[in-house]
Each structure stands twice: as structure tokens, then as C-alpha cells.
């Protein structure tokens, strides 16, 4: 079974949840506010399957999912 981490750049996200939403796993959630930026940012909680759908969707590319296939 392949591992992912999914790595959230919180200097880009501006916390719309569109990647929590789309994840087929749940594996993103929201975890706080973000002191500098004032975002919601989310984390990984669960599971991923490299699906990479958050990765594509998210308009403000500061997701990035690295794993081995
Ligand atoms: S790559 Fe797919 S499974 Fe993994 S967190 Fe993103 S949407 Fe969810
Ligand atoms: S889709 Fe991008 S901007 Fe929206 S919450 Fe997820 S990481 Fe942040």
C-alpha cells in the first residue's frame, strides 16, 4: 500500500475548503486560523490515496501531494 502526505503551503491558502470537500477519503480537515494570513488552513487527518484531486482543484495551488505510486 502506497503512503501520501499532503502538504499544505499556508502562506498560499486562503482557506476555502474546496480540498476537504473534494477528497473522496476525508482525509483533510480544518485545523485553526492562521495568525498571518487570518485563513482557515486544513491538515491531513486521514488516509490518502495520492488521488491528487485537492491538488487540482484547489485555485490557489498551495497543496502538493507526494507519495511513492
Ligand atoms: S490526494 Fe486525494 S485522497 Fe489524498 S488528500 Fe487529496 S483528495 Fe484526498
Ligand atoms: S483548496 Fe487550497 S485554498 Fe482552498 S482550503 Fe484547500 S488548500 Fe486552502
Do not use: S
Not at 58 to 69: F, L, N, R, T, Y
Request: proline share 6%.
Amino acid at each position: 500500500m502506497a503512503h501520501y502526505k499532503v502538504f499544505i503551503n499556508k502562506k498560499l491558502c486562503k482557506g476555502c475548503g474546496i480540498c476537504i470537500e473534494i477528497c473522496p477519503r476525508n482525509a483533510l480537515r480544518f485545523n485553526g486560523i492562521n495568525p498571518e494570513t487570518g485563513y482557515r488552513n486544513p491538515e491531513q487527518v486521514g488516509e490518502c490515496i495520492g488521488c491528487r484531486q485537492c491538488m487540482w482543484y484547489c485555485p490557489d495551488q498551495a497543496v502538493v501531494v507526494v507519495g511513492e505510486q
